[in-house]
């Protein structure tokens, strides 16, 4: 069974450019979270979906950052316009109640900001 | 709040025992788990131990749990080389199973 892809694996960006990230999550799984990890700090949620649904986003720094789920399926985080303190690596984990809600995380994006 | 904090960097030899500590704050917390993160590759869930647990044992790794002290550690025995990696400390909570992460903690063996 595939896990967690997350796409691209690195994205090298300038300042005030636009940037979306691709998460796809586990099949069957209705929950997916995406997390942020900025150099030398935590992995900060960011914010979870239940299917399309967005049941937490209080992570999200600032409306420059959109995260959409449509169809309950895949997720993409959009960057616009991207600011340097943007870089770090993000993070989708997706997880299902059936699997005792154990969230499996892809491998990350890195967003490197210029 | 939500706070977790865990040393930087440990460095052990082949074949002895690490011991990867971690301290949390929000006493609410359901599960605490450990993550593994070997280079280029996600975060794999290493092990996790409900919060009414004091010890938990998986073959070369045991979890205990302080409750009282709210302090969590990871040893693994007979470190191997393979087990170079970053291993992060978080605490789960809510209804919606947020995940608070440390910092993480490079471990690094030297054989």
């Known amino acids: 069974e595939a896990g967690v892809t997350q796409f691209p694996s690195h994205s090298v960006i300038e300042k005030g450019q636009t940037v979306t990230l691709r998460c796809d999550p586990i099949s069957g799984h209705d929950n997916l979270y995406w997390y942020r990890r900025v150099m030398g700090k935590e992995i900060k949620f960011l914010l979870h979906f239940v299917k399309e649904s967005k049941q937490d986003e209080s992570g999200m720094p600032n409306n420059r950052f959109l995260a959409e789920r449509t169809g309950g399926t895949y997720s993409t985080l959009k960057v616009q316009p991207a600011e340097l303190e943007d870089s770090g690596v993000y993070f989708c984990?997706?997880?299902?109640?059936?699997?005792?809600?154990?969230?499996?995380f892809g491998p990350g994006t890195r967003l490197t900001v210029l | 709040g939500e706070d977790v904090e865990q040393s930087l960097f440990l460095s052990v030899r082949e074949g002895d025992s690490s011991v990867i500590n971690c301290t949390y704050t929000?006493?609410?917390?359901?599960?605490l788990y450990w993550y593994k993160q070997e280079p280029g590759a996600g975060l794999q869930l290493l092990t996790y131990?409900?919060?009414?647990?004091d010890m938990k044992q998986d073959q070369r790794l045991t979890v205990l749990l302080n409750k009282k002290d709210k302090h969590l550690s990871l040893r693994i025995a007979d470190t191997q080389t393979g087990d170079s990696a970053i291993y992060f400390c978080?605490?789960?909570?809510?209804?919606?199973?947020?995940?608070?992460f440390g910092i993480g903690t490079k471990l690094q063996v030297i054989p």
């Open positions: 978080a605490e789960v909570s809510g209804g919606y199973q947020k995940v608070t």
């Open positions: 131990i409900f919060s009414n647990m």
């Open positions: 984990a997706s997880s299902s109640v059936a699997e005792h809600n154990e969230q499996f």
């Open positions: 929000d006493s609410s917390s359901t599960y």
